[in-house]
């Protein structure tokens, strides 16, 4: 399987619709990930289209334990 280019844990501080109707979302993530932004910046610069996938936090947490 194919390594992630980011994994990290974050809060939504935004959502909107933008003019042409695409959905728009921020993300606030905390110190640990600063050493994402230059990965994040590479895929941005490069146009690579990710895969995101959200979980909520505690109820990952409950089922990582319960395996």
Known sequence: MTDPIAMFQASVSNVKTMADGSPRFT?????????LL????????????????????E?????????
């Open 38 to 57: 230059s990965k994040l910046a590479k895929a941005q610069l490069e146009g690579i289209y990710l895969t995101v996938v959200v979980y909520d936090k």
């Open 59 to 67: 109820e990952l947490e409950k089922d990582l334990k319960k395996t």
């Open 27 to 35: 993300f606030d993530a905390g110190e640990p990930a600063i050493d």
